[in-house]
């Protein structure tokens, strides 16, 4: 019997050893692959172009992320060189000179009927023609130099050189003319189609490529965050830097705001902003931000810069209207209140 | 009794190493990315500052003097500045996650916290 005792014993002994042994492998094996893992890397790019401070932010597997996020950044400088109305050498300068039609490339020929198609949907509330009106406010320097409150007499005179209208775009020539004098700035459109290009870039370059474009505010996504995860969007609450009014979790799509507190100065305790209303000629009122998402930068931009516009007028109508058009409102007015489109409440909630 | 307390030594030891591995995890991950928030000043999409320390730094670019960046605790503002409209003052301070933006000069100051909630703002 006691023979038989040591035998189950060294057996029992045996089992328990190579469990310990093998359970210390496996964790073992488990903390070594725990470490080696190397997380997704970002790559973030700061510069400034399209006239504000742009971030790139950006993981791919496939190219290193520092050529990636230089290659989108070239391409948001180009859009922005060529679209550059303050350059005489730009594309959009040598449209806005000339009295007759002008042959465009496919680029500029499709930007602009998608800047005149946002025109049309908003009745003229975003309208790329405010070209003299920009610059008799001195908001299309950068430098900030000669800012003003011009004089109505100027305005009105101004107002009668704008309207969305006025560009004539001959699809089968592929050609443009502007009439009544009118200059275009592309200045709440070409932001957009930037990020979106960025966007086309990277996804041609690594289709699972993630991250984030951001020019002055508008953020277009290229992926989520570690491929799986929504990014957090904090919405600026106009009234104080460090605090949001929201959140938005997105994973695709793109989101813009426009703001009272971008570009403006004070004249006797009247703040003057950049976003112009194509119909008085002065600062829109009534909204301190209106913040857009939608499926493409182009759509985010544009229609945010309408419904600022609109927003102090009829909020109702910019928050249950603007999202057949594709854009999702969020509008902080002066009084504060928040409107939003119920369809927001989609990017809302982080899945 | 003998048998059960051999075996129960055993796997004492077993769970031992397997608690040391999970602590031993814990650390090497969470450790990661922590401390305090620092704030970094680029011009024109190059690095020119990068602190953790209060103080109040001079953004000097080619001998001219752009603006002054001031670090207080859990806030930073700009101070200073020789952009027309002033702005960027304007905004006042910012905590972390934060930024402030300069378009004349081409100055973006940003309050980095590896903490952050908020991956990007809207503004």
């Not at chain 1, 971030?55 to 060189?81: G, H």
């Not at chain 1, 993630?210 to 996504?221: Q, S």
């Not at chain 1, 002065?282 to 301190?288: N, Q």
């Not at chain 1, 902080?332 to 990017?347: A, E, F, G, H, T």
Request: glycine share 8%; proline share 4%; aromatic share 10%.
């Amino acid at each position: 019997m006691r023979a038989r005792d040591r035998e189950i014993l060294l057996r029992l002994n045996k089992e328990v050893v190579w469990l310990f042994v093998t359970g210390s492998v496996v964790v073992a094996t488990l903390v070594v692959l725990f470490l080696l893992r190397t997380p997704p890397s970002y790559y973030e790019y700061n510069g400034f172009t399209l006239g504000t401070y742009c971030r790139i932010y950006v993981s791919s597997e496939k190219i290193n992320p520092k050529s990636l996020a230089e290659m989108l950044f070239t391409e948001l400088d180009r859009i922005y060189k060529k679209y550059n109305a303050n350059d005489p050498e730009s594309v959009l300068s040598k449209i806005n000179v000339s009295q007759d039609w002008v042959d465009l490339d496919e680029e500029t020929f499709v930007l602009l009927d998608a800047a005149l198609k946002f025109s049309n949907i908003t009745e003229g509330a975003f309208d790329p023609t405010l070209g003299n009106l920009i610059h008799l406010w001195g908001f299309d320097q950068l430098d900030e130099q000669d800012v003003r409150v011009p004089d109505s007499s100027e305005i009105e005179v101004a107002l009668l050189h704008t309207g969305y209208k006025n560009i004539l775009l001959d699809r089968q020539k592929r050609r443009a003319k502007l009439l009544n004098g009118i200059h275009i700035d592309l200045g709440g459109i070409a932001k957009g189609y930037a990020l979106d290009r960025a966007y086309q870039i990277a996804k041609e370059v690594d289709p699972d490529c993630t991250g984030f474009v951001e020019a002055g505010g508008d953020i277009r996504i290229i992926g989520p965050k570690f491929g799986s995860r929504p990014w957090v969007i904090g919405i600026r609450d106009p009234d104080d830097t460090n605090e949001c009014v929201g959140y938005l979790y997105l994973d695709s799509g793109a989101v813009a705001t426009s703001g009272d507190y971008e570009r403006y100065f004070i004249v006797n305790g009247v703040r003057y902003h950049h976003i112009l209303d194509p119909q008085t000629g002065y600062p829109a009122r009534g909204i301190k931000s209106a913040t857009v998402v939608a499926s493409t930068a182009v759509t985010a931009d544009a229609l945010s810069t309408a419904a600022f516009v609109l927003g102090g007028k009829n909020w109702e109508y910019v928050v249950l209207d603007f999202p057949k058009s594709g854009g999702h409102v969020l509008l902080v007015d002066k009084d504060r209140n928040i409107r939003k489109s119920p369809s927001l409440s989609v990017y809302e909630a982080d899945r | 009794m003998k048998r059960t307390g051999n075996l129960f030594r055993i796997w004492d030891i077993a769970i031992l190493v397997v608690m040391c591995s999970a602590v031993a995890m814990f650390f090497c991950f969470h450790t990661y990315g922590e401390g305090s928030g620092y704030i970094e000043v680029s011009v024109n999409g190059e690095v020119v500052l990068k602190t953790s320390a209060d103080g109040v730094y001079p953004v000097v670019v080619n001998g001219k003097r752009l603006l002054s960046v001031v670090k207080d605790g859990e806030k930073v503002r700009v101070e200073d500045s020789t952009c027309p409209l002033k702005i960027c003052e304007k905004m006042g301070t910012v905590g972390p996650g934060g930024v402030i933006i300069c378009v004349p000069n081409k100055v973006v100051v940003k309050f980095v916290h590896t903490n952050e909630s908020v991956d990007v703002m809207t503004w």
